[in-house]
């Protein structure tokens, strides 16, 4: 369902944003608005907040909420927002999405629900999970298909959710052979698709775009060089966009394989965004010497992360 605010649906870069905290864990507010004035200024085309590279499972309940509403004061409608709103219990989610709509995101995020390996709804049980979320609220739903449930959601059934629940429009892919679902899934759904992006850095994203992606959720790493890609690729430009990708692969790749969530704050720490790159534990630093080796790779493209504070 296209949003009522818009009258075309949404493509492009939509960047996760992390949440910086002090060097006692707690959270960093206004290192959190720096955060997403530096992201708007990389151009992106949306921000989605506490998702997994937020810490999302980190963070407590009253934190969440803060921070929802810190983040979406802060835009002011700058760029449309995209709230994650996981939880295992339909019931918290629920809450969660009413909550977000409230505050004026312009779209919800939520993985099937899983709690560990072995806790896991039935098929029908995640059907009647999206279809109380649709029911609760009147904004889009994007339905993250990633590893890290452990859910397997088949294109037919992610089909149906788009087929049946007209609100399930928007799809973040992050699944291996990610390419493949994408194009079985626009196959299979149509136009009841608004959205099919894909995840995990844009490392598979030439793939993904070639499979019919209209969109990209990366971390804030590198945003501002992405974008160039991937509008490139939706204007026709294909080797131009692959020529623009494979100079910032080696960054990306160097992001999803050695660093992860702690990419991003490294960089705007480095580049003056934020005062520390603390992650919350149990999570632990990069090595320094992995930290090192990132900001090599980055040093050799013009990232606004790693001068927008300078």
């Known amino acids: 369902m296209i949003s009522p605010k818009r009258t ?14 002090h060097e006692d864990e707690t959270i960093d507010l206004e290192g959190q608005k720096r955060v997403l004035d530096c992201m708007i200024d990389q151009k992106v085309d949306g921000i989605c907040i506490l998702a997994n590279y937020s810490e999302q499972f980190l963070l407590t309940d009253a934190e969440r909420d803060q921070l929802a509403v810190t983040c979406l004061e ?36 939520v993985m099937p629900p899983y709690h560990g390996v072995g806790l896991k709804a039935s098929n029908a049980g995640n059907f009647t999970y999206f279809e109380s979320l649709a029911k609760a609220i009147s904004i889009p ?41 994408i194009r079985d899934l626009i196959g299979a759904a149509g136009r009841a698709v608004d959205g099919p992006f894909d995840g995990e850095e844009s490392i598979t994203l030439m793939a993904d775009l070639s499979a019919g992606a209209t969109g990209t959720m990366p971390s804030a790493l590198l945003p501002d060089l992405i974008r160039p890609v991937v509008m490139r690729y939706l204007d026709g ?12 692969l080696p960054l990306i790749n160097f992001e999803n394989r050695q660093c992860g969530l702690r990419a991003a704050k490294i960089a705007m720490r480095e580049g003056g965004v934020i005062k520390n790159d603390t992650v919350r534990h149990p999570l632990e630093a990069v090595h320094p010497e992995t930290r090192s080796e990132l900001l090599r790779y980055a040093s050799k493209l013009d990232l606004m992360a790693l001068r927008w504070g300078k």
């Open 74 to 109: 802060h835009i002011a409608g700058r760029v449309p927002v995209i709230v994650t709103c996981s939880h295992f219990s339909t019931r918290v989610s629920v809450e969660r999405a009413k909550k977000a709509e409230v505050l004026g995101a312009d779209m919800i995020m």
């Open 8 to 21: 075309q649906p949404y493509n492009g870069v939509y960047p996760i944003a992390p949440t910086p905290f």
């Open 237 to 248: 430009d294909q080797e131009g966009a692959d020529r623009l990708y494979n100079t910032i």
């Open 141 to 181: 739903i994007m339905v993250q298909d990633a590893p890290l449930s452990g859910v397997s959601l088949s294109v037919q059934f992610l089909a149906e959710l788009a087929h049946q629940l007209p609100q399930v429009s928007y799809f973040k892919i992050e699944t291996p052979g990610a390419a493949t679902k």
